[in-house]
């Protein structure tokens, strides 16, 4: 079982660009979601995919946008990139109500 | 008010040592609750995974819930250099895996 997979592992982008994160989720798992974590603090929640439907959404502009394939595999698209953007961006799939695992995170640095 | 709090203050402890981290919280829907290890560049690590109050034990570390003071512990016996790393607290309400956490307790165990 090859877990939460994420990539690319790293990226820098310049301001005012868009940017798209991938995920695939563990294998059996239908719901998968993102989380951004800055330095020194928690995850926070960005919002959750399932059955391609986003089905909650946290405190995150619309700039931050997102899909799910029939594959349960996830993108998280942001536009119009800023500085503050710059964190660990984090996928977490689970099935049904329960725990949530993580892939290694993509590091994202806006310059 | 935070709806999960976490002292963020780094913990240096001796190994051998016992590692004692809490969280509190505010809303009284959570009823999954977890700890994470992140180890330094990587995405969180699921540890420990509780549902409702009691107390929960695998091997060296020890998760306790108690719900009437919204209060979440996490004891680490035998501490090892290894242990060194952020401790997350996380918790979800019923049918909702959107997780809150803490800001994370950096530990670091001492040879």
């Known amino acids: 079982d090859a877990g939460v997979t994420q990539s690319p592992t790293h990226l820098i982008k310049t301001r005012g660009q868009q940017v798209t994160l991938r995920c695939s989720p563990k294998?059996?798992?239908?719901?998968v979601s993102w989380y951004q974590q800055a330095l020194g603090q928690g995850p926070q929640f960005i919002f959750q995919?399932?059955?391609?439907?986003?089905?909650q959404r946290g405190n995150f502009p619309d700039r931050f946008s997102g899909h799910q394939f029939p594959n349960y595999s996830s993108e998280l698209n942001v536009n119009a990139l800023l500085l503050g953007d710059s964190a660990l961006y984090l996928c977490?799939?689970?099935?049904?109500?329960?725990?949530?695992?993580f892939g290694q995170g993509t590091r994202l640095t806006v310059v | 008010q935070k709806e999960v709090e976490q002292d963020p203050g780094p913990l240096s402890v001796p190994e051998g040592a016992i590692v004692s981290l809490n969280c509190t919280y505010s809303?009284?829907?959570?009823?999954?609750f977890m700890w994470y290890r992140q180890y330094s560049r990587k995405g969180p690590e699921l540890l420990m995974y509780?549902?409702?109050?009691g107390n929960k034990e695998d091997g060296r570390f020890t998760a306790q819930v108690d719900k009437s003071s919204k209060y979440i512990s996490l004891f680490i016996r035998d501490s090892q250099p290894s242990d060194s790393a952020t401790y997350l607290c996380?918790?979800?309400?019923?049918?909702?895996?959107?997780?809150?956490f803490g800001k994370g307790n950096q530990v670091v165990v001492i040879p």
């Open positions: 294998s059996g798992h239908d719901t």
């Open positions: 995919y399932y059955e391609e439907e986003e089905r």
């Open positions: 977490a799939s689970s099935l049904g109500t329960g725990t949530a695992f």
């Open positions: 509780t549902y409702s109050s």
């Open positions: 996380a918790m979800s309400d019923y049918g909702n895996n959107r997780l809150a």
């Open positions: 809303n009284s829907a959570f009823q999954y």
